[in-house]
């Protein structure tokens, strides 16, 4: 159990354009899930957390605006970068709560922007 | 806010070693206390966790210790493998979720 999905898992994408990339917990329902960046040799860093019904809670220093955040059901969660440069290449993961402070994650997704 | 720290940030054992990684926070109100292995372009994944009401937690030849006192909680992985050598993620479940650094833990056959 606690299965967590994302896809793509890779995506290479134009500069100017924007990319989505779908969160779902496939064994499970999660009222949060969370968006977590993660540069090479580096830890992880929390984006947003991501709540079903409301708008998500953005960490500081991350761009609403740029990285979109929808969590329409119990099971999936949608991230879009928009108008995505260079810069936002990452290796982009989430999580998904099973219980009180239980997170499980996704495979993770490696976005490049050329 | 929370702040976890996190070391050594690089670790190298011979196999059959011991290896231990700690992680030291500063936020009183964390109850939740779960480490993470994170192989080269994979998912973290849960190894072992621990809550405020126990002082030590083990499973085979992973343990993790709590000091809440000290505000520190360590993993322990005894008679390591090379299967073992992975990034080691400490977290601190509070109010909000922070990661530490990560661990690069080596096991040399």
């Known amino acids: 159990g606690a299965v967590v999905s994302q896809h793509p898992s890779w995506v290479i994408c134009k500069s100017g354009t924007s990319v989505k990339i779908e969160c779902r917990s496939l064994d499970f329902q999660a009222t949060t899930m969370f968006w977590y960046r993660q540069f090479p040799k580096q830890s992880l860093m929390l984006m947003a957390t991501s709540n079903e019904g409301s708008k998500a809670t953005y960490e500081q220093g991350v761009e609403k605006d740029k990285f979109l955040i929808n969590h329409a059901s119990l099971t999936l969660s949608t991230l879009t970068v928009t108008s995505a440069h260079p810069e936002d290449s990452s290796f982009y993961i989430c999580?998904?709560?099973?219980?009180?402070?239980?997170?499980?994650f996704g495979p993770g997704t490696r976005l490049t922007v050329t | 806010g929370e702040n976890v720290e996190q070391h050594p940030s690089t670790l190298s054992v011979q196999e059959g070693d011991s290896a231990v990684i700690k992680c030291t926070y500063s936020?009183?109100?964390?109850?939740?206390f779960p480490w993470y292995k994170q192989e080269l372009g994979k998912r973290p994944q849960l190894i072992i966790d621990i809550r405020s009401n126990v002082g030590e937690k083990k499973d085979q030849r992973i343990a993790v210790t709590l000091n809440k006192t000290a505000k520190h909680f360590s993993l322990h992985i005894t008679e390591t493998q090379p299967e073992d050598s992975a990034v080691y993620f400490c977290d601190l479940s509070g109010s909000r979720l922070t990661f530490g650094e990560g661990t690069q833990l080596t096991v040399n056959p």
């Open positions: 999580s998904a709560m099973l219980a009180a402070d239980e997170q499980y």
């Open positions: 936020d009183s109100a964390s109850n939740y």
